[in-house]
């Protein structure tokens, strides 16, 4: 419920920080609240209790909520979704950060359509690591050549990678996406973000070096997909 919001990013910060003692894991973690489907009034009551960043899959609703909400400071969109090449203009406007960038032509029109007087749209590369058929996402051994290519456009700035493993594979495979940020650092300092782990999977996700997780029902409660 709407109500309980911040309740429930209490709760969520505070098992955070559980999983970071138990693991003794010495990085900071962004929490992206994914805001998708939900009003514009629920992503006022999370701001009021302190969450800055939000996740959008939809273009349509990353334009309107962001339009709506600009008089907030520090707020934080992260689109996450898939994306279409037709959309590829009001991402690069509205969106501090992409997280599903899989394919050159995508990374060249959002270079190309960042306006001039924003900073470098912060963008991670989207690995399909369970090579799932129905899945965005470039293959593991794909991942250094795009890498490469997205780090030398301008108006972008590549900063790590970003997974949607297929539900119920656990640690190993997010220990596999660590071992591919690793890979990614040594040509790519700077790429130290690893996002993945959701609201089902997130402990797991964390323990094994996820610098960002996505969570939306843990923090919004379930979704109603009749509001897009």
Same mark, same amino acid.
């Given at each position: 419920?709407?109500?309980? #919001? @911040? ?6 910060? !505070? ?15 962004? %929490? ?9 009034? @629920?992503?006022?009551? +999370? ?17 309107? *909520?962001?339009?709506?909400? /600009? ?8 689109? #996450? ?5 037709? *959309? ?7 969106? &501090? ?9 995508? @990374? ?7 306006? +001039?007087?924003?900073?470098?749209? !912060?963008?991670?590369?989207? #690995? ?12 593991? &051994?794909?991942?250094?050549? %795009? ?23 656990? *640690? ?14 040594? /040509?790519?300092?700077? +790429? ?26 843990? #923090? ?9």
């Amino acid at each position: 419920m709407t109500d309980n #919001i @911040a309740e429930a990013l209490q709760r969520t910060q !505070q098992a955070i920080q559980q999983i970071q003692r138990q693991y003794s894991l010495p990085h900071r973690v962004r %929490l992206i609240a994914v805001s998708k489907t939900k009003p514009a009034d @629920a992503i006022v009551r +999370a701001y009021q209790a302190g969450q800055r960043a939000y996740g959008e899959n939809y273009v349509q609703e990353l334009v309107s *909520k962001a339009t709506e909400l /600009q008089a907030l400071p520090e707020l934080e969109w992260h689109f #996450i979704g898939p994306i279409q090449s037709n *959309k590829t203009r009001d991402i690069a406007r509205y969106a &501090h950060w992409v997280h599903s960038v899989d394919r050159l032509k995508v @990374a060249e029109r959002l270079s190309a359509q960042r306006p +001039a007087d924003l900073p470098p749209l !912060q963008v991670l590369l989207q #690995i399909n690591i369970s090579a799932e058929n129905s899945k965005a996402g470039v293959s593991p &051994h794909d991942m250094p050549a %795009l890498a490469q290519a997205v780090a030398k456009l301008p108006g972008l700035e590549l900063k790590g990678l970003m997974a949607i493993p297929e539900p119920g594979s656990g *640690k190993v495979t997010f220990a596999r996406m660590a071992e591919l940020s690793a890979l990614l650092q040594q /040509q790519h300092p700077q +790429a130290t973000e690893l996002s993945m782990g959701m609201s089902d999977d997130w402990p797991d996700a964390l323990a094994c070096g996820a610098t960002m997780i996505r969570l939306g029902t843990a #923090i919004f409660g379930a979704r109603d997909y009749h509001n897009r």
